[in-house]
């Protein structure tokens, strides 16, 4: 755009939003491209992060959450929520245990989501996926 309102972070975080809530992951991920000339806020990055956590992209899902604290900001329950949420969805239960303990040391509480389906996946030995209609922030 080269003239009116420009996008901000908050436009990028809104389609990024909507596009995982509507399954175009295709959609979402062509706006995250674009937003490496914008100043993300916390926010933005767990939107990212949830469209990682709804794809089992637990790679992503830990180089954003790496983005986000190389960004000089300060991780919600919602990001490593989200983290969680990729690798147990991508059946990795090992690394969904590895972050549950890393948010509880840092002095983070898991969601109802995380926190009980990790529990359920301990407890039977399986992954079961969370409803993708679920957001994890």
């Not at 969680?84 to 948010?103: C, H, P, T, Y």
Request: net charge positive; hydrophobic share 35%; aromatic share 6%.
């Amino acid at each position: 755009m080269k003239q009116g309102i420009q996008p901000n972070a908050h436009t990028f975080t809104t389609i990024v939003h909507c596009s995982t809530k509507s399954k175009d992951f295709n959609l979402a991920t062509l706006f995250i491209k674009r937003l490496k000339h914008v100043k993300l806020s916390a926010a933005c990055h767990n939107a990212i992060l949830n469209l990682y956590a709804h794809q089992a992209a637990s790679r992503l899902a830990v180089l954003q959450f790496g983005k986000l604290i190389d960004d000089g900001l300060t991780p919600t329950d919602a990001s490593y929520n989200c983290v969680i949420n990729a690798f147990k969805r991508g059946n990795d239960v090992s690394g969904a245990e590895q972050w549950l303990k890393r948010m509880q040391r840092d002095g983070h509480k898991p969601s109802h989501g995380s926190l009980g389906g990790l529990l359920q996946n301990l407890k039977s030995n399986q992954c079961e996926m969370q409803s993708d209609d679920d957001d994890d922030f």
